[in-house]
């Protein structure tokens, strides 16, 4: 695979690049993810597995929510589809305070049902 330091290089050939994708996809699979989950305790426990996902978890829940794929979908297809209605968070909002506009056939948009 073609790396410098810890950055991942993209191929110009994105069939190459599929290939080395996979490869390192395989690579990984067999090393590390398949290992940590059959390396079992007594109880038939796999403690790394467990730390791992635990920590995976912890760290990226955040990124697969459905309040922030909600959000992704409004913003990025939902709102543009509608003939160009925009909607932006402001600069102090926190993640979970912002503005989505509805549509209701009869009452036309409302904000924040």
């Given at each position: 695979m073609s790396r410098t330091t810890d950055r991942i290089l993209e191929h110009a050939d994105a069939?190459?690049?599929?290939?080395?994708?996979?490869?390192?996809?395989?690579?990984?699979?067999?090393?590390?993810?398949?290992?940590l989950f059959y390396d079992?305790?007594?109880?038939?426990?796999?403690?790394?597995?467990?730390?791992?996902?635990k920590n995976a978890i912890r760290?990226?829940?955040w990124r697969f929510s459905a309040r922030?794929?909600?959000k992704d979908?409004?913003?990025g297809s939902y709102l543009p589809a509608t003939g160009g209605l925009t909607a932006s968070l402001a600069p102090t909002a926190s993640a979970a305070h912002y503005s989505v506009l509805f549509y209701d056939g009869k009452k036309g948009l409302a904000a924040n049902r």
């Open positions: 069939r190459q690049q599929t290939r080395l994708d996979l490869a390192a996809l395989f690579d990984t699979l067999e090393n590390e993810v398949v290992p079992q305790d007594d109880t038939g426990v796999p403690r790394a597995w467990v730390a791992r996902q760290t990226l829940a922030r794929m909600l979908y409004v913003m």
